[in-house]
């Protein structure tokens, strides 16, 4: 099994990981800025690490990553403006990466931004640099020699997960309920040898497990 460290471990997608993959027996550190939060994903089977990636340093959090297999990073602004999601989503997930690095942990999990998600829509201008900022993180990632696979997932989408799904490196736009996109994860953290590639997700009718056994081959 393997140990994994979680940055945006009380999000949304978060929460689902953590409960998915303490479920299937792995280990799971998972970072947390609010008061409150640990004792939450703790009851979810995880052991809550401290952290604020806008108030935290390289050192501070390769320290706290120390001795972990994976680093999932779906940590998110989520709508909160054009600043935090400079130091959330931009700044954030540079520390993460050069921390990973530093603490010795070759694999790295990104959930980023399906390319299409609000085109043609008038999403405004905070929408328009959500979409610049994950490209810049995407680039960033894509430049390590860390072993990384970046997700991109369609809209998320609160519904009940199916466990299929469509992925591939060019898929048509769609939805994706982030229970789904969390089983997806979980299936990556167990397949190591899908490794540095970009992985596009929607709702599809293939069974997660064998989606992503299908990339493994690729």
Do not use: C
């Not at 994976?70 to 600043?83: K, N, R, S, W, Y």
């Not at 990973?100 to 070759?106: I, K, N």
């Not at 009940?160 to 979980?186: E, K, Q």
């Amino acid at each position: 099994m393997s140990t994994v460290f979680i940055v945006g471990a009380a999000g949304k997608v978060g929460r689902h990981l953590v409960k998915q993959l303490t479920d299937k027996q792995h280990r799971v550190l998972a970072l947390h800025r609010r008061a409150g939060q640990g004792a939450e994903l703790e009851a979810l089977g995880a052991t809550p690490v401290t952290g604020d990636l806008t108030a935290t340093d390289v050192a501070a959090l390769a320290a706290q990553m120390a001795g972990s297999d994976v680093v999932v990073f779906t940590a998110g602004a989520g709508g909160a403006g054009v600043e935090v999601t400079n130091a959330i989503d931009g700044r954030g997930l540079e520390l993460a990466v050069d921390a990973a690095r530093q603490a010795g942990v070759r694999r790295f999990l990104l959930v980023s931004a399906f390319p299409e998600a609000g085109r043609n829509k008038g999403m405004g201008e905070g929408f328009e640099n959500y979409m610049t900022v994950k490209k810049r993180a995407d680039v960033y990632l894509a430049a390590t020699d860390l072993d990384w696979v970046i997700l991109r997932p369609g809209t998320l989408s609160d519904a009940p997960g199916t466990g299929h799904v469509s992925a591939g490196p060019a898929i048509a736009y769609g939805d994706i309920p982030r229970a789904d996109v969390a089983a997806t994860l979980v299936a990556l953290v167990e397949h190591p040898e899908v490794r540095r590639t970009i992985i596009e997700l929607t709702e599809g009718d293939r069974p997660v497990e064998d989606a992503v056994a299908q990339l493994a081959r690729t």
